[in-house]
């Protein structure tokens, strides 16, 4: 490694840090405006009752990719891929469009509202997202030091 | 006080910049410096517990049974759940520096996540449903 290379490297940490200070900085204002929301006297307006709303109203597309991400993030492979990054990542975009197009919603609503296990079809779709991620998005092994 | 319109945009804000930003560090220079790049390796090192994090948002949001297991107590899980995220970040303090943790535990802490956000910090639950030990004794 020459001495370029070195540089070139801290400051690639450098900038990783600083990306991680941006995630923390915005999970820790989620988390304190959640606090707030949770705590003021209007009622149904904290970030769960808007995200529970929505997926109620019909965005299957978060149920979908709150799988696809879980997959993506925590269920490295060690494997080689059998589609490269990029071609899965279309895959798994294009599914998610097609789910917000075609509107699931209208064709599950009846089959599923009157049964007792309601929930079901948000684990069906959660289920889903996670084996579109498992198949098309997952990343490389995980790094066994840093 | 903010409305529920006003608190959608920052949620829906928040998320839609993640994605541009993610993008954009997709096709920057540097490697390794997507979002999806660092939360995987925080949650394969020792603050693995993201992945229980993720499991009891995804049970909170999505799921939820309709008994309340905890009475009329909302905020019994959320200080639980507090509790066991601190336990964990605890536990992964205290692990050796170079620790990599076993793929099949994440599927563990994610299901386990996912159970208590289901069971235990459910949205769907009924408003009132008496428990022997919520029954509330008025004096005559």
Not at chain 1, 9 to 37: H, M, P, R, T, W
Not at chain 1, 99 to 124: C, D, Q
Not at chain 2, 27 to 55: C, E, M, P, R
Not at chain 2, 120 to 137: A, C, D, G, K, L
Request: aromatic share 18%; net charge positive; glycine share 8%.
């Amino acid at each position: 490694m020459n001495v370029q290379e070195f540089k070139t490297l801290i400051s690639n940490e450098k900038f990783v840090k600083k990306v991680q200070y941006i995630l923390i900085g915005l999970f820790l204002f989620v988390l304190a405006l959640d606090v707030y929301l949770a705590l003021d006297r209007k009622d149904g307006n904290t970030v769960s009752n808007i995200i529970k709303d929505k997926t109620e109203n019909g965005w299957f597309i978060i149920t979908y990719f709150w799988g696809a991400v879980a997959a993506n993030l925590f269920f490295v492979r060690f494997n080689k891929p059998f589609v490269n990054g990029t071609v899965g990542s279309v895959i798994v975009i294009g599914i998610a469009l097609l789910i917000a197009i075609f509107n699931v919603k209208s064709h599950t609503t009846n089959f599923i509202t009157s049964h007792e296990y309601r929930f079901s079809v948000y684990f069906l779709s959660m289920t889903f997202g996670v084996i579109i991620g498992l198949l098309f998005w997952r990343q490389g092994e995980a790094p066994r030091s840093h | 006080m903010l409305d529920i319109k006003t608190v959608e945009y920052i949620v829906f804000g928040i998320i839609g910049f993640l994605i541009l930003f993610n993008v954009y560090l997709n096709f920057n220079k540097i490697k390794n410096d997507t979002v999806n790049v660092i939360l995987k390796n925080w949650a394969y090192s020792k603050y693995f517990f993201i992945t229980f994090i993720w499991g009891v948002l995804g049970g909170h949001f999505f799921l939820g049974t309709r008994t309340p297991i905890f009475g009329s107590n909302w905020w019994l899980p959320v200080v639980l759940v507090i509790i066991l995220v601190a336990i964990l970040v605890f536990i992964g303090k205290r692990l050796a520096k170079g620790f990599s943790i076993k793929r099949r535990y994440q599927l563990l802490l994610l299901i386990a996540g996912l159970l208590y956000g289901h069971f235990f910090w459910s949205q769907r639950h009924i408003p009132q449903v008496e428990f022997p030990w919520t029954i509330t004794t008025t004096i005559p």
